[in-house]
């Protein structure tokens, strides 16, 4: 194959992939807890002939969408007047039980169920130093370090978790994420704020401005490959004539 229709074949599925996560962040803009996805890129070496010739291995070297990570930078906090609303200053997660097993979250929008139990807004287990918690009726008290207390008394203290910076997080949902076996540190750069919630870290300016110009790039690509199938066509029945 032609390494001109190559490389922009490959490079305009890379953008279309890139605008699909461009996309999905502007769609978040307004939820809880939201980390921004951003996109990584790996080298594709296309063919299996280009050897150790340095040209081919230049000619025949692609950069393709490897896959995202999460920006960790974190939200701004607003305050709600809710004491079951809950956000995070610094790098850490509340901990919950869902039915994917323990998964970790910034959106500490959390409601009582009717017996008492602490979740989230997603229906997921918020979880404590002892497992799920469940809250008397009273008066809620949540300090800076998680202890939740009703009426002075404590029921239980949120298990926040921290990360390295390091550790590759998935997204499961919007603003819920898993994280490898044996990843989870516990927060000792973390405090909790009653009272208020966190935005999505997503700046509306940055993410137009990248949506434009993954969008004009793919078109670039686009008209690239049918420039270059045009060209194909007309060597192709050049060629054919002569024999």
Do not use: W
Request: glycine letters at 12%.
């Amino acid at each position: 194959m032609d390494s001109g229709y190559y490389a922009a074949c490959a490079g305009l599925a890379a953008q279309t992939q890139a605008l699909e996560l461009v996309a999905h962040n502007l769609a978040n803009l307004s939820t809880t807890g939201y980390r921004s996805q951003q996109t990584t890129f790996r080298s594709l070496l296309a063919g299996q002939n280009a050897g150790g010739n340095p040209l081919n291995v230049a000619v025949n070297d692609f950069g393709v969408l490897s896959g995202s990570r999460l920006d960790q930078t974190s939200g701004s906090l607003a305050p709600t007047g809710n004491p079951l609303d809950v956000a995070i200053g610094g790098s850490g997660f509340f901990t919950v039980q869902s039915a994917q097993g323990v998964l970790y979250t910034r959106d500490g929008s959390f409601h009582l169920t009717a017996d008492g139990e602490l979740m989230t807004s997603q229906g997921n287990a918020v979880l404590g130093e002892q497992g799920r918690i469940t809250v008397p009726n009273g008066p809620v008290g949540i300090s800076s370090d998680g202890t939740i207390s009703v009426n002075g008394a404590v029921v239980d203290k949120l298990r926040l978790t921290e990360f390295s910076p390091s550790t590759a997080l998935t997204a499961v949902g919007n603003s819920t994420y898993s994280a490898p076996d044996g990843s989870r540190l516990n927060a000792a750069e973390s405090s909790v704020r009653q009272g208020m919630l966190e935005g999505s870290n997503v700046s509306p300016t940055a993410a137009v401005v990248q949506l434009i110009t993954v969008q004009r790039n793919a078109e670039m690509l686009a008209r690239a490959l049918s420039s270059i199938d045009g060209q194909l066509n007309q060597v192709a029945v050049q060629d054919l004539a002569k024999v």
